[in-house]
């Protein structure tokens, strides 16, 4: 009796998994089931994104947990590759950083949506005089990036922010900024970063060594804000999105994805229907203003010798010529 129900059981197991793979039309490859030290109660999406074809993996947790970064990267492979890519050689620095965490949910317990419509919102300068706040409030997810403001530029991008993604050299540190409704995502590009973060949250004395540009010397958000982006996110941004190569010429500095692409990966992962807001990729204008806010101009992303402009061009417009996002800056 006993051998029967388990038998049947088994069956629909393999029922649902052959339907699954059908309905999402991926690549049947087997993954083990990943034991979640996670509350996540959502109901999966079964509407099928158009970008679906892109990814790899479509129901992928974006945050590291305390409790199994290490075994969900060597389920992925990110144990085989450094930052900004993977774990490898810098696992104690991610343990570290991540015993200072409250939490690696992804929504909080009561969200009950399903399939989630977002927008990521870019820093371009095209916002400027653009009065989309309010269609932009109006989406379930809004993501946005390093300190791009809300505050005193809430007609032109809106109030709300779900997720803020940033990193040492590019966060807020006037805690006016805090929303206490944002999730602030680290994007760890060096094993400085998560000693960085470590050493916020524990309060010592902040080495400023090895950053590009001085790190913020404090965190405006709590720990229960705080989660580390799986570096399998920004992988899958520079291989299968941007197709950088894995080995650089010896006399290249190696490129890696802007903060704006790593979150239009992310929010392909986790939404159902992404549009973009703030994005442009411009540069014959060299005087127009490059973000929504301050002064900059375009002048100074021309010269960029850490990211692959060009690269990012030619993914937007195709992203953008295949329907699988739509262009909200659009006149
Ligand atoms: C925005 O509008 C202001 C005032 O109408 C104008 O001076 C400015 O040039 C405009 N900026 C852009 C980028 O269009
Ligand atoms: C945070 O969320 C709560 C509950 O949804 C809401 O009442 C509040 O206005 C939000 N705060 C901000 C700053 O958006
Ligand atoms: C960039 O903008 C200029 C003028 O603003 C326009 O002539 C040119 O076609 C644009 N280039 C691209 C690639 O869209
Ligand atoms: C931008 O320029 C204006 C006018 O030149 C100046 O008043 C303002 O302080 C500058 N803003 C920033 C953020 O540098
Ligand atoms: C940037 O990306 C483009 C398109 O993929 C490629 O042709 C070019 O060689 C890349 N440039 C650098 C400096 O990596
Ligand atoms: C979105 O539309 C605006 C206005 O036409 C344009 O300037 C911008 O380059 C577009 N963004 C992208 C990523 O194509």
Not at 7 to 15: E, G, H, N, P
Not at 18 to 44: A, D, F, S
Not at 210 to 217: T, V
Request: proline share 6%.
């Amino acid at each position: 009796m006993r051998g029967y129900l388990v038998a049947i059981f088994l069956s629909a197991v393999f029922l649902y998994y052959v339907l699954h793979c059908i309905l999402w039309g991926t690549n049947i490859y087997w993954v083990p089931p990943v034991e979640m030290k996670r509350r996540n109660k959502i109901q999966p999406c079964l509407a099928k994104p158009a970008f679906a074809s892109l990814l790899r993996f479509h129901q992928f947790h974006p945050f590291l947990c305390a409790a199994d970064f290490k075994k969900i990267a060597s389920l992925y492979g990110s144990d085989k590759f450094d930052l900004p890519y993977g774990i490898r050689t810098s696992a104690e620095y991610f343990r570290l950083a991540l015993s200072k965490l409250q939490s690696c949910d992804l929504f909080d317990e009561f969200d009950n949506v399903p399939c989630k419509k977002c927008v990521v919102v870019g820093n371009g300068g095209v916002l400027k005089n653009k009065t989309l706040g309010e269609k932009i409030d109006s989406y379930d997810v809004i993501i946005r990036m390093n300190n791009g403001p809300v505050l005193g530029h809430e007609e032109e991008v809106g109030r709300r922010t779900t997720f803020r993604l940033f990193y040492p050299e590019s966060v807020f540190s006037d805690p006016n900024h805090n929303d206490p409704n944002t999730t602030a995502i680290l994007t760890a590009f060096k094993p400085l970063d998560l000693k960085w973060l470590w050493e916020v949250l524990t309060g010592g004395k902040i080495n400023t060594n090895g950053f590009w540009k001085k790190p913020a010397l404090n965190l405006i958000y709590k720990p229960y804000q705080i989660r580390i982006l799986d570096p399998f996110i920004i992988r899958m941004a520079a291989y299968e999105l941007l197709h950088f190569p894995k080995v650089f010429p010896k006399n290249q500095k190696p490129k890696h994805p802007t903060t704006g692409i790593i979150a239009i990966t992310l929010a392909f992962h986790i939404c159902h229907e992404v549009h973009l807001a703030g994005f442009k990729y411009n540069f014959s204008d060299l005087k127009s203003p490059l973000h929504y806010y301050g002064n900059a101009t375009m002048s100074l992303m021309n010269k960029n010798a850490y990211h692959n402009v060009t690269a990012e061009q030619l993914f937007l417009k195709d992203i953008l010529e295949k329907n699988f996002v739509i262009n909200l800056t659009e006149d």
